[in-house]
């Protein structure tokens, strides 16, 4: 923290990062998206003052597992332990570490937080082809944009706005964990979106055949990536017999979406773990509030699919839920408390 301090000072000291294109300028620009993920890793590290230790969790199931059969349950690991870890975990000849560097330590400080981790995983997930979808998204791809600003973004596209379907791609500044894809509009105006509840190979795949990501930065040629789209597998949630007995006894059922009454739940919210039906979920993140849990207001991290392995009541179990007495049951308790 002190060393960058330094060199923001050092940069004050000359006029040119008063030039909007001069390499002071672009240095400025990047520190300071450095601090603001200092930041964020402080407050995710330290809510409410104080720090959370292992408690900290890692949305991603497999990213998790790996962080703590590699890591025990460690904050902050140096970047050569990581790189190990990682590379035999996922084998990749042609991964170039430099590059790979610099998109995963946000901070810059040579180390691997979980939440620098657990950022790196959500912009790449799935899983399994973390490192391949890194380099075609990184390195290999001319939409990506590396620490820009919105405001940057915009006036790169506003040299594009003769070229509707241009698109570029960068980390959301003050969503870590997100993308922002810029584009030019058929009209000619410019937007910023953030993709919701999909990954970014997902949006832009689906944005080409819309024809809204069309050219990357301006070019030509758009990169096919309907041969590498790979959808998470959907988790299974499997209904205990005490589940089925609680829901039972409230009139209603484990799977039926608490929010609606109406909708099975099919997705799950990451990592809270709380279980709602797809258009709840998307009513609730277009309204204020909705980056957090309808449920336990925990922060929104992700999301995936779910499918639930229904539970099926012996005879002899239906037999003698019919002649039980129904209960009142606090419903707070089931939406808030264990059972998702």
């Given amino acids: 923290m002190q060393q960058k301090c330094k060199q923001v000072l050092k940069l004050f000291k000359t006029n040119a990062i008063f030039e909007e294109q001069s390499q002071e300028r672009r240095t400025l620009t990047k520190l300071s998206l450095i601090f603001s993920h200092m930041l964020f890793e402080l407050k995710a590290e330290f809510p409410d003052g104080t720090f959370i230790g292992d408690k900290f969790r890692i949305t991603k199931r497999e990213a998790e597992d790996f962080w703590n059969s590699n890591f025990h349950g460690r904050t902050l690991v140096p970047w050569g332990e990581f790189v190990v870890a990682i590379e ?51 390195t290999a791809h001319p939409g990506y944009v590396a620490f820009l600003t919105y405001d940057e973004v915009k006036k790169k596209l506003e040299k594009l706005v003769d070229k509707p379907g241009s698109y570029v791609f960068r980390l959301s500044c003050t969503r870590p964990g997100q993308w922002a894809i810029g584009y030019v509009a058929p009209d000619g105006k410019i937007f910023q979106t953030i993709p919701q509840n999909k990954s970014l190979i997902q949006a832009l795949h689906e944005g080409g055949k819309e024809g ?129």
């Avoid at 990749?92 to 657990?118: C, Q, R, Y």
């Avoid at 039972?248 to 979406?257: A, N, S, V, Y």
């Fill in 88 to 138: 035999k975990s996922q084998p990749n000849s042609k991964l170039k570490l430099s590059a790979l560097k610099n998109t995963v330590d946000l901070t810059g400080n040579d180390h691997v937080s979980n939440f620098e981790f657990d950022v790196f995983t959500r912009l790449f997930y799935p899983w399994k082809t973390l490192l391949r979808n890194w380099q075609l998204l990184t």
């Fill in 212 to 340: 809204f990501y069309l050219y990357p930065n301006g070019n030509p040629k758009d990169i096919d990536l309907s041969t590498v789209i790979e959808v998470p597998p959907a988790d299974r949630v499997k209904v205990t017999s005490e589940q089925y007995d609680l829901y039972c006894e409230m009139g209603t059922t484990f799977e039926l979406c608490k929010i609606c009454d109406d909708n099975d739940k099919n997705v799950k919210i990451e990592p809270c773990g709380h279980l709602l039906c797809t258009p709840c979920l998307t009513s609730w993140q277009e309204s204020e509030g909705g980056n957090t849990c309808p449920f336990c207001r925990y922060e929104i991290k992700g999301t995936n699919k779910v499918i639930i392995d229904r539970y099926k009541p012996s005879r002899r179990e239906r037999q003698k839920d019919s002649l039980k007495p129904r209960k009142q049951v606090n419903v707070s308790f089931v939406l808030f408390g264990f059972f998702p």
